[in-house]
């Protein structure tokens, strides 16, 4: 093999390459198995400024700086190396390899759907299967109003590498809402400077190292800058990211990186689960309800013209109210059953108060969860005895409001959409004492539906 210059041997021992003798430079790392698959396993193991290089965990600015700036010594420019002498597959692996692992089978997922890589997706209680993601993936939220289908690898790195389309990287792109949050990640396809970037194809740009570092911006990536720590400016003009992957969000209000994760529209904002929760750009955290209700992210709008301020969910009825401090905010003003709110990251439920001209129609959201499922009991404005979300406290147990029958027998089979209220016209699932009650509800004395009492 001919000899090498210095700052060749110096990228080979930056990247981890290892020397195997007279056969040459070969193979990544020194040992059979590859110290890492993501950005993630570096960070996590070694420190934020290491990434993940060719399978091999390495500070990039030692790599940037030693990379050689011309061809390598006796390789002349344009010129490729011919192919390499084919192996006999008989031989078997080579000593010191260790055969590539097979994937483990994916379970299937009853709550599963049927939308493909790439389609727009909910992923909620009242979401079907048509709006929700086939087996294997996973409904990545991306904005308000814009969620896509991915190749769920948040388990196993290796499943990215069975692909054949290029998708062969497993980033994270966001966290669970978990009170302990999990990292979501999915297989991607990694671009250049220059290339186009998009979710909804799985394409994003080469993640670097402080201003080494690629963002998407109007479908391109473009110079950028990650932001590993609390504090930068971000938001407006400026193409600085703030890194999510050490639970850094952009708050918008300061245009500052925060230690945090991001909410959207209709998600609880604020101190919730533990974490603090930012708004997107051009929304506001509007409080429902201090120790009862979370805050909730709601768009800001226009009050000058609140006839055509909140268009940005139709076929949903929308409206502009003020929020306080010369704010407008849009929430959604048309529901018969709380399955109809538009927001559902956080439930929410449909309220209808008053009558006639006063009649007032809103989703608004279901007070913080408790610990008690559907029929059992529960009392209001006591946490220890409220429900489980997506339910509600009526006649001292938990239930959830309906259209038909079948939204109450998907909780129970004995469930019928028969309470009505008659005052704002809303029904909730019910018990009939002639179908007998479960326990622990009873029959009440001289009416034919079951209530809840206390233990």
Same mark, same amino acid.
């Given at each position: 093999m001919k000899s090498m210059s210095k700052a060749v041997i110096g990228l080979y021992l930056a990247l981890g390459l290892c020397w195997v003798g007279a056969s040459g430079w070969f193979g990544f790392g020194c040992?059979?198995?590859?110290?890492?698959?993501? *950005?993630? *396993?570096?960070?996590?193991?070694?420190?934020?400024?290491? +990434?993940?290089?060719?399978?091999?965990?390495? *500070?990039?600015?030692?790599? +940037?700086?030693?990379?050689?700036?011309?061809?390598?010594?006796?390789?002349?420019p344009g010129k490729e190396p011919g192919p390499e002498p084919q192996k006999d597959a008989s031989v078997g692996p080579e000593p010191g390899k260790e055969p590539v692992p097979e994937l483990p089978p994916i379970e299937p997922d009853p709550n599963a759907g049927n939308l493909p890589l790439g389609a727009e997706c909910q992923d909620h209680t009242f979401a079907t299967k048509a709006d929700r993601c086939a087996t294997g993936l996973v409904c990545v939220q991306f904005d308000s109003l814009t969620s896509y289908c991915m190749q769920d690898c948040s388990t196993s790195d290796q499943i990215c590498s069975a692909n054949s389309d290029g998708r062969t990287v497993c980033k994270q792109v966001s966290w669970t809402s978990d009170v302990v949050p999990k990292a979501i990640a999915v297989c991607v396809k990694i671009a250049q400077s220059g290339e186009s970037c998009d979710p909804q194809q799985s394409i994003f740009c080469q993640r670097g190292r402080a201003n080494n570092h690629l963002v998407c911006d109007a479908g391109t990536c473009k110079q950028g800058t990650l932001c590993d720590s609390a504090g930068c400016s971000c938001g407006g003009q400026s193409k600085v990211e703030c890194d999510l992957t050490q639970k850094l969000v952009c708050d918008y209000a300061t245009n500052k990186c925060v230690s945090g994760l991001r909410a959207f529209e209709g998600g609880a904002c604020g101190n919730y689960k533990g974490a603090q929760r930012f708004c997107p750009v051009d929304h506001v955290c509007v409080p429902y309800g201090a120790g009862t209700f979370p805050d909730i992210c709601l768009r800001l709008c226009n009050l000058n013209n609140p006839a055509n301020a909140c268009q940005h969910r139709q076929p949903k009825s929308m409206k502009c109210i003020d929020v306080g401090g010369g704010r407008g905010a849009c929430i959604q003003d048309s529901c018969l059953a709380q399955k109809e709110c538009a927001f559902q990251s956080y439930p929410h439920i449909c309220q209808i108060q008053g009558t006639g001209q006063n009649r007032q129609v809103s989703c608004n959201p279901l007070p913080f969860e408790g610990p008690n499922d559907f029929a059992q009991y529960c009392a209001l404005n006591d946490k220890a005895k409220s429900c489980k979300h997506p339910f509600q406290c009526t006649a001292s147990y938990c239930t959830i409001q309906c259209r038909v029958d079948d939204d109450c027998k998907a909780w129970h089979p004995k469930a019928r959409c028969f309470l009505r209220n008659t005052v704002t016209g809303i029904n909730s699932c019910g018990f009939q004492c002639t179908d007998g009650c479960p326990s622990p509800l009873k029959c009440r004395e001289g009416q034919n539906f079951c209530e809840g009492t206390a233990p």
């Open positions: 040992s059979s198995q590859p110290e890492c698959r993501t *950005d993630r *396993d570096c960070v996590n193991s070694k420190g934020p400024e290491f +990434l993940c290089f060719e399978q091999i965990c390495r *500070d990039q600015a030692v790599v +940037l700086k030693e990379q050689p700036v011309g061809p390598e010594p006796g390789k002349e």
